[in-house]
């Protein structure tokens, strides 16, 4: 069931404005049809498309993850050639056009928040033998690339991130809301391990899928120089509920505890560099790409 649901995030979508969602019907369509794939048009037929999507939710013969979808459906980011291969400073420029609707420290584009936070971590930590942090500091959100190029809504791929396939915690943001959620009922899936072992290791946690993941993903295979505690700071920074309140240890191995501190670390500069000072994009720009081609491949596949 976890690992159907986090493969939903990969649908193919009937437009270009993010995930195949199913569509409200009207009253005049019969209750046994089944929904389309189409997408809602607006957040305004929210609350209508919930009371209808209930209604077909009665029907037990109704399944709202297709079983007969085939994999070549689901969604390849690198279908579009355009995106396939681009240089990781040309698709930090385009992020420069989005905002965070989740981030509430800050309504600067993402290439601002970017500097800000690679020039705070520069500025404590200076030395050469630092540049990689400094480069972290720059590329750690460029897994919004996903809303902001493939069109993915913001609610799929921004915000906090946590472990499936086990208990909530009270920790994560809006937990009240997880009593909706079918796994909370699943006495399997809502236990402490969950379909986990002890100290398994968060490379084995299957987490709710986001920018982090997405980020992570591209530096791994393209093979990018970053050290492992570049890679922890990418792919765990918007899991709060473990490197700020101290969750989920029971999950952790060595190599995750060792890392932490550096998580931790990093953290600092990600929230509290949003600071009114905007880098000059000019007088830094040849130093952050002297970094990017020291650590990426020319060409990186999106």
Not at 30 to 43: G, H, I, R
Not at 167 to 188: A, T
Not at 218 to 239: E, W
Request: net charge negative; with cysteine; aromatic share 14%.
């Amino acid at each position: 069931k976890v690992a159907s649901a986090h493969r939903e995030l990969f649908v193919k979508p009937a437009s270009p404005r993010g995930m195949r969602i199913i569509e409200k019907k009207s009253n005049a369509q019969s209750k046994s049809a089944k929904p389309s794939s189409q997408p809602l048009e607006n957040v305004e037929e929210w609350q209508d498309y919930k009371e209808e999507k209930a209604k077909y939710e009665e029907d037990s013969s109704w399944n709202p993850v297709d079983p007969d979808k085939k994999e070549e459906e689901f969604r390849n980011y690198s279908s579009n050639p355009r995106f396939e291969r681009m240089g990781l400073w040309e698709a930090l420029e385009l992020l420069d056009t989005f905002v965070d609707d989740s981030d509430p420290d800050t309504n600067l584009s993402q290439m601002m928040h970017a500097l800000q936070t690679a020039e705070a971590i520069r500025k404590k930590y200076p030395g050469k033998e630092y540049d990689w942090y400094h480069l972290t500091g720059l590329i750690h959100d460029m897994g919004k690339f996903l809303s902001c190029v493939y069109g993915e809504e913001q609610w799929c791929c921004v915000g906090d991130t946590f472990p499936v396939g086990c208990q909530f915690s009270d920790k994560i943001e809006f937990p009240d809301f997880f009593k909706l959620n079918p796994d909370s009922k699943d006495k399997n899936l809502s236990s402490k391990f969950g379909v986990y072992k002890k100290n398994c290791g968060l490379k084995n946690v299957l987490m709710s899928f986001g920018h982090d993941e997405y980020m992570y993903q591209v530096c791994v295979q393209n093979k990018s120089k970053l050290p492992i505690s570049a890679l922890y700071m990418i792919r765990y920074h918007s899991f709060y509920p473990w490197h700020k309140e101290g969750q989920y240890m029971h999950l952790c191995d060595k190599v995750d505890i060792e890392n932490l501190k550096w998580v931790q670390d990093f953290n600092q500069f990600d929230l509290y560099s949003k600071a009114s000072e905007i880098p000059n994009l000019k007088e830094v720009k040849e130093y952050y790409k002297g970094l990017v081609k020291k650590y990426f491949p020319e060409k990186v596949k999106w």
